[in-house]
């Protein structure tokens, strides 16, 4: 069974203070590992897909990465609209469904 | 709208009766799932559909869950006989054919509460 544990359940970050997430992950044939934002009350939205180990991402103050056992989502100088609940997903190969982690909840500080 | 649709937001009920949650998905978008979120629990499937095939029903907690959509777009979640360990935030979310890139767009949500 594909599983995804994601380390620190929560973080609290001064605004400017970087730092990184963790999702460990077991899949069976990794077709892909996601990193999904969530906001409070809203559905989740799609930040990255990865394919392969070593394959890197970007998009403004994040970044992730990833290897064959772990993904990294580094917040580089957050600010406090970076306050949201960050998502790990992957999909197995041959398989229909997301498995998610439980979640980073992340909030920055003023 | 250009986004999921899902109603209705908010839905409290009574033990025992029964509930249909729908969703319309973006235009076009071939697949459509349904996923629950608990409380400090993760996202866990309940169904995937894909065009005309069969349904992926692996993810239904038990023969109470249920889901149909008709005609390819619109797709209804019933749950019989409701019981509090229901209650949970049911979230749509659609994508264009195979979701390969794992770009999934979710709705808001249908929030159940089980009295």
């Known amino acids: 069974e594909d599983q995804v544990t994601q380390s620190p359940e929560a973080l609290r970050l001064q605004e400017g203070e970087s730092s990184s997430l963790n999702c460990s992950y077991t899949v069976s044939g990794l077709r892909g590992l996601f990193w999904y934002r969530q906001d409070p009350g809203k559905g989740p939205e799609f930040l990255f897909t990865?394919?392969?180990a070593g394959e890197e991402k970007e998009k403004e103050r994040l970044k992730a990465t990833l290897t064959k056992k772990e993904s990294f989502l580094h917040i580089t100088a957050p600010k406090p609209e970076d306050s949201a609940t960050y998502l790990c997903?992957?999909?197995?190969?041959?398989?229909?469904?997301?498995?998610f982690g439980k979640g980073n909840q992340v909030v920055v500080i003023p | 709208g250009a986004g999921v649709s899902q109603s209705p937001s908010n839905k409290v009920t009574e033990k025992g009766k029964d509930v249909e949650l729908r969703c319309d998905p973006i235009?076009?978008?071939?697949?459509l799932y349904w996923y629950r979120q608990s409380l400090g629990q993760g996202l866990e499937f309940l169904i995937y559909f894909q065009g005309n095939s069969a349904p992926d029903k692996s993810g239904l907690p038990s023969d109470r869950f249920s889901a149909e959509r008709t005609g390819g777009s619109v797709s209804t979640l019933t749950i019989q006989r409701t019981q509090q360990e229901d209650s949970a935030v049911y979230l749509c979310?659609?994508?264009?054919?195979?979701?390969?890139?794992?770009?999934?767009?979710f709705g808001e949500g249908s929030r159940l509460t089980v009295l």
């Open positions: 235009s076009g978008h071939t697949a």
């Open positions: 997903a992957v999909q197995a190969g041959g398989n229909n469904r997301l498995a």
């Open positions: 990865l394919y392969s």
């Open positions: 979310a659609s994508s264009q054919a195979h979701a390969n890139t794992g770009e999934l767009f």
